[in-house]
């Protein structure tokens, strides 16, 4: 809705990013007008503001830290989350020679933070910063894992707190900020849910498919 209120018919037709299949959309968390879309098959984000009259986007991130992509250096984005406050920009990506990243933007100065690759051994197809929390983010990944990291550190092997074994390739995850202690989930590709605590690292609970399947059945 908010892209037909923002883009005139024709504009549409002219728009760049809906020449490549839309993947990933995200709408800004302080400006109703500003939302972030991405294709993957471009290796861009791109940042969109409804009050410009524009057919191109008002800034875009990609992982060259250049901001010029190309076939050498492109890495296709499975999945991108924008902090609260619209502060930063994290994004997963393809496993690409042997590496797969998370990378991190400063979304006022457009500037590439840094990247972190070694966390993950497969492609990151979900990322999600804390709701209140800037500092806190959970990436999963199809190797089966979710990370849990602190970005106030300074290496990735001091931000990583805890890394969580789903057992199965992670198609989404959330936050469960609750009154005690925060949980992370996760949806599998096999449709089971797992809940862990991020104080403890403890499991907190397992639905599977069929236990889920089971219970809607019962009258």
């Known amino acids: 809705m908010l892209i037909v209120q923002c883009l005139s018919m024709r504009d549409m037709s002219e728009t ?3 020449k490549n299949i839309l993947l990933i959309f995200r709408c800004s968390k302080v400006s109703p007008a500003v939302f972030y879309s991405s294709s993957s098959e471009d290796g861009r984000i791109n940042v969109w503001d409804g009050r410009v009259n524009s057919v191109k986007p008002v800034q875009f991130f990609s992982g060259s830290g250049d901001q ?3 076939i050498e250096n492109k890495k296709p984005i499975l999945n991108f989350d924008v902090s609260p406050g619209d502060q930063f ?3 997963g990506t393809e496993l690409m020679d042997e590496d ?6 400063d979304l006022r100065s457009s500037k590439l933070l840094g990247a972190y690759w070694e966390s993950h051994s497969d492609d990151i197809t ?3 910063f804390h709701p209140s929390k800037p500092n806190s983010l959970i990436s999963g990944g199809t190797d089966g894992i979710l990370n849990l990291y602190n970005l106030l550190e300074p290496t990735e092997d001091d931000a990583l707190l805890f890394s ?3 057992e199965s390739s992670v198609e ?3 936050w469960n900020s609750g ?3 925060d949980q992370v989930a996760c949806i599998t590709h096999t449709n089971d849910m797992k809940v862990w605590d991020v104080t403890s690292g403890d499991a907190v609970v397992h639905f599977s498919r069929t236990a889920v399947a089971g219970a809607m059945m019962q009258p």
């Open 16 to 18: 760049e990013w809906l």
């Open 68 to 70: 010029i992509v190309t």
């Open 164 to 166: 969580f074994n789903s």
């Open 126 to 128: 979900a990322v999600k």
């Open 179 to 181: 009154a005690s202690s």
């Open 172 to 174: 989404k995850i959330s």
């Open 100 to 105: 797969c990243y998370l990378f991190f933007w």
């Open 89 to 91: 920009l994290c994004a």
